[in-house]
């Protein structure tokens, strides 16, 4: 547990600083989570830990592909789910449930404070009314200049590791 709270610090601090996440930190804490999901279930553990990632990663490279999350954020996420031995398959569906959750819940703040995140808000309306009525999907555009509009999901994945950890969800 150890191993993934020092990724997390590592991963929030280059995140605020330049909007990237290591991939040498990412390395590390997939490296701890397989080793722990080995240790735990042997094979069959690393396997299971092994197929959570990649389902992490099929079901969010989509939202990267479109701009939507950033590719630190995918691999933080498939990090996530090479400790999903230790969390039970349960446990990774609550973990991705609070964390999206607090974001929305940081969104909602910025959007309120914002008039920049108001607007981003007006730009997803009209990005699916597009997707929508014609189905074409564009790129997702995001302009990492105006801070104020952006979310970084580390923070809120940390957060939820953290109210994992204290038992206030399993």
Same mark, same amino acid.
């Given at each position: 547990?150890?191993?993934?709270?020092?990724? &997390? #610090?590592?991963?929030? &601090?280059?995140?605020?600083?330049?909007?990237?996440?290591?991939?040498? #930190? !990412?390395? /590390?804490?997939?490296?701890?989570?397989?080793?722990?999901?080995?240790? $735990? +279930?042997?094979? $069959?553990?690393?396997?299971?830990?092994?197929?959570?990632?990649?389902?992490? &990663?099929?079901? &969010?490279?989509?939202? %990267?592909?479109?701009?939507?999350?950033?590719?630190?954020?995918?691999?933080?996420?498939?990090?996530?789910? #090479?400790?999903?031995?230790?969390?039970? @398959?349960?446990?990774?569906?609550?973990?991705?449930?609070?964390?999206?959750?607090?974001?929305?819940?940081?969104?909602?703040?910025?959007?309120? /404070? %914002?008039?920049? @995140?108001?607007?981003?808000?007006?730009?997803?309306?009209?990005?699916?009314?597009?997707? /929508?009525?014609?189905?074409?999907?564009?790129?997702?555009?995001?302009?990492?200049?105006?801070?104020?509009?952006?979310?970084?999901? @580390? !923070?809120?994945?940390? !957060? $939820?590791?953290? +109210?994992? #950890?204290?038992? /206030?969800?399993?």
């Amino acid at each position: 547990m150890g191993i993934l709270i020092g990724v &997390f #610090c590592v991963a929030i &601090f280059t995140d605020w600083r330049s909007y990237r996440i290591p991939n040498v #930190c !990412i390395m /590390v804490g997939m490296t701890g989570g397989l080793i722990q999901a080995y240790r $735990s +279930l042997s094979w $069959s553990g690393l396997i299971c830990a092994l197929g959570a990632a990649a389902m992490l &990663f099929l079901v &969010f490279y989509p939202f %990267y592909l479109l701009g939507a999350l950033g590719a630190g954020d995918v691999k933080l996420f498939m990090m996530m789910g #090479c400790y999903q031995t230790w969390m039970g @398959s349960d446990g990774l569906i609550h973990y991705m449930f609070v964390t999206l959750m607090l974001a929305a819940m940081v969104s909602m703040i910025k959007m309120a /404070v %914002y008039t920049q @995140s108001r607007e981003r808000l007006f730009y997803l309306a009209r990005y699916l009314k597009k997707a /929508v009525l014609t189905g074409a999907i564009d790129e997702y555009e995001i302009d990492k200049t105006q801070r104020c509009c952006v979310v970084r999901l @580390s !923070i809120p994945a940390f !957060i $939820s590791l953290i +109210l994992m #950890c204290a038992g /206030v969800y399993c």
